[in-house]
């Protein structure tokens, strides 16, 4: 059975840092693209950051390029998200989520997901 338990939320000033991380197991986690998503109130779910298998490639939303960075440990399986710079819009709950065989920021496209965290960036 597969799980995926992300962790790391919380509530932080704008400006502020969080890292967020998340551990997936039941399933070969070097072989999986891993993503981050998060979904504000109201909004849809939105891809955030996206990282290959081996981690050898990396994508980002073009809100968040410059001020977060993707990072993986295939011998742990854990993957992480370091948020710099946050912003009161950055508030959201941020998911992480696995994908075989496809790589990108669509979240349908992601088979297993976690519970999320919940982030919250005040002004």
């Known amino acids: 059975q597969v799980q995926v338990v992300e962790s790391g939320g919380g509530l932080v000033q704008a400006g502020g840092s969080l890292r967020l991380s998340c551990t997936a197991s039941?399933?070969?986690?070097?072989?999986?693209?891993m993503g981050w998503f998060r979904q504000a109130p109201g909004k849809e779910r939105e891809g955030v950051s996206c990282i290959s298998a081996r981690g050898g490639s990396t994508s980002y939303a073009d809100s968040v390029k410059g001020r977060f960075t993707i990072s993986r440990d295939n011998a742990k399986n854990m993957l992480y998200l370091q948020m710099n710079s946050l912003r009161p819009e950055d508030t959201a709950i941020y998911y992480c989520?696995?994908?075989?065989?496809?790589?990108?920021?669509?979240?349908?496209?992601?088979?297993?997901w976690g519970q999320g965290t919940q982030v919250t960036v005040s002004a």
């Open positions: 039941g399933l070969r986690f070097d072989f999986y693209t």
């Open positions: 989520a696995a994908s075989g065989g496809y790589y990108g920021l669509t979240p349908e496209q992601y088979n297993f």
